[in-house]
């Protein structure tokens, strides 16, 4: 029976308490919530961090007690933690992997590109921050999560990857339905993932789908055989007329749906067979 990982994105840098009051927005509101989704289905949690003002940051203390407070108050839980590298449009190249050189967590995102962001500034990852990017998870024995907002980012993978800068097997993380990257359908999933294919062979890979694309992505990401990511950094509203109560919502549904078509939710022990880790 296939197995399928669900990737819990508990917060992101956007959502705020006003937009959803159930956002976790504190290390120790996030920490609680990681483990609840643990505790639902979740085999991978992908963190961001905020500051007081609940503004995205890279503070390696916030990444520090979140991971601390996890080791410490839920000692049961194996879930693989996957560290942003981004989430502050303002940070510097050495602040984004700053908190990875600290912890060496398990898997970290890799944005592999620069794009325009939410009609509103620039995301930058410029091909030197990318080598350093890589060589320092490869020195701490951090696996990339090689986020793609386009098919060009893939392409930029597939360079990389020639170059030596990155090592197969490769994992991706189609993010779907952003502003300024590829809008989120079925037809532009299965393009993506053909893509890689072509590409990248050997790669697996994951999706996800903000806003009302959401449920499209969730599903065709099951049905062409990938993983999915769910969780309040995609989306606040668990349908279009009803704010999510909480992440879990997001990962029992998730967990429901693979069921429902005939997979096994994956534990975080599969998921880091499935993506070669070594925890």
Known sequence: MKKTIITVATTGAWPKKKNNP?????????????????????AVAHLHMRDEEGNGTMSTEKFSETVKLMKEKYPDCDIVLNLTTS??????????????????????????????WMHSGLFINHPKFLEQLAASMQVCGVKPEIECFDPGMIANAAYYLKKGVIKAPLHFQFCMGCANGIPGSLKNLLFMKETM???????????????????EILYAGIALGGHVRVGMEDNVMYSSDKLADSNVQFVERAARIIREFGNEVATPADAREILGLKK
């Open 87 to 116: 989430g502050d449009l303002n940070a510097t190249d050495e602040t984004r992997q700053a908190h990875i050189k600290a912890l060496h967590p398990e898997m970290a995102s890799f944005d592999c590109g620069s794009m325009n």
């Open 22 to 42: 159930n956002v976790p927005m504190t290390p120790a509101e996030i920490a609680a919530d990681v483990y609840d989704c643990w505790k639902a289905g979740a």
């Open 197 to 215: 294919e072509m590409l990248c062979p050997e790669s697996t890979w994951s999706c996800f789908g903000v806003g009302h694309s959401a449920m």
